[in-house]
């Protein structure tokens, strides 16, 4: 139902991006409440190596479907990488951080497992600078200030290296703004 009705297409906005700002390949990669596999298919291309995590069993067996991913955990995403000793160029939180609320705690795990200038591309339901860092929408979800991801970002020490403002799907017929970011991994000292 994301690709009909509601027009979904960030994995292929946040794809865009990352070619913008990268011509790498071969990238070790998470793809971070991966659900179905929608993001894995958009990225497998650069990815010699791709994991999927996601807290729903039924978004993985739909996933496993698709035959691109080395491992489909069913974890929290913090609590699994913060299991994790390897490291990633490349981590994607596409559609994910919607369902959360404060972001710190996965900026933090995800830092501490990127490799060297990695790529953190994530997306968010875009809330006006006006509204404070985030709200928790009549949805359900998430939305977050463009402000606040800077400031987290930086907190974690990660520079945007890539953002647009683009609709990111439609709700009851109106489109969602999103914002899509690709964050590099910035030196740490």
């Keep these: 139902s994301l690709l009909g009705d509601s027009g979904y297409d960030g994995p292929t906005t946040l794809r865009r991006l990352l070619d913008g700002v990268s011509d790498a390949t071969d990238l070790r990669a998470v793809d971070l409440g991966c659900g179905t596999g929608l993001t894995g298919l958009a990225f497998q291309d650069v990815s010699s190596d791709i994991k999927g995590v996601d807290l729903s ?9 698709k035959n691109i991913y080395s491992e489909l955990v069913c974890e929290d995403v913090v609590t699994w990488l913060q299991e994790q000793s390897n490291q990633f160029d490349l981590v994607i939180a596409a559609d994910m951080l919607i369902y959360v609320g404060r972001l710190e705690s996965v900026f933090e795990a995800v830092r501490s497992r990127c490799s060297e200038n990695a ?20 949805s359900g979800r998430y939305a977050h200030s463009n ?10 020490p990660f520079e945007v290296e890539a953002y647009e403002c683009a609709p990111l799907r439609k709700e009851n017929k109106e489109w969602l ?7 590099k991994a910035a030196a740490q000292g």
């Design 57 to 65: 069993s039924n978004m993985l067996k739909e996933a496993a479907k």
């Design 119 to 138: 790529r953190f591309a994530i997306t968010t339901e875009l809330l006006g600078e006006d509204e404070g860092d985030m709200d928790l929408r009549s």
């Design 147 to 156: 402000s606040y991801v800077e400031r987290v970002a930086e907190e974690h």
């Design 177 to 183: 703004e999103g914002g899509f970011y690709i964050l």
